[in-house]
């Protein structure tokens, strides 16, 4: 009889950490993902479609030094304030146009170009790092500072990422948090 209740309580752990990890649940903060339609591990279809016309309010030009810029990507109560996805496929925060300072490189691909593969089909697992350096099935990539603020709950160990190809930022990436909903846009450093 012990033993038929010791397997009901390690079953019922189980299911509570498996309904926690479906709703969103976690130790990382308000923006764990899955809640409102963002992140949960739904991964969208296609990248961004290219910008075009203007800069949104949020995307203004680089202010004077030491001046902190406030952009605001929390479009709906209870999305993250950082670039992401909703559930529908619609990217916020890629609209700042191709002439986007904070994305421009003297040396586009530098590196060469990532040949891993793209898009739904390929999730990758990071395996560590952090944002200035993290990789994942032997290929190196490092987020672009305009974006660090963006990927602070990111487990640089564990979390699952799909790449896309930037239509806007040459020489770019957009790497997208599975667990999160949230992405930042990635350089890549080569494989090894």
Known sequence: ??????????????????????????????NSGGGHGVGGGNIPKHGP????????SHAAPRPAPGVQENRNFADKNGHPNA???HSNGKWIGHDTGRDDVHYHL????????????FGR??????AGGGPERFWFGGYY??????????????LWDS?????YEDPDHE???????????????VQYFGNS
């Open 159 to 163: 979390d699952q990422i799909v790449l």
């Open 141 to 154: 990539f490092g987020v672009a500072p305009y974006d660090v603020a963006f990927c602070n709950e990111w």
């Open 106 to 117: 003297d040396h586009p691909w530098e590196h060469g170009h990532f040949s891993g593969g």
């Open 171 to 185: 020489g770019w990436y957009l790497a997208y948090n599975a667990r999160l909903g949230t992405y930042v846009h």
């Open 83 to 85: 670039p992401h996805v």
């Open 1 to 30: 009889m012990k033993r038929i209740v010791g397997i009901l309580v390690i079953l019922l752990l189980f299911s509570a950490a498996a309904l926690s990890q479906q709703k969103g649940g976690g130790e990382h903060g308000g």
């Open 121 to 126: 089909g390929h999730v990758w697992r990071l």
């Open 49 to 56: 479609p290219p910008s075009r016309g203007a800069a949104p």
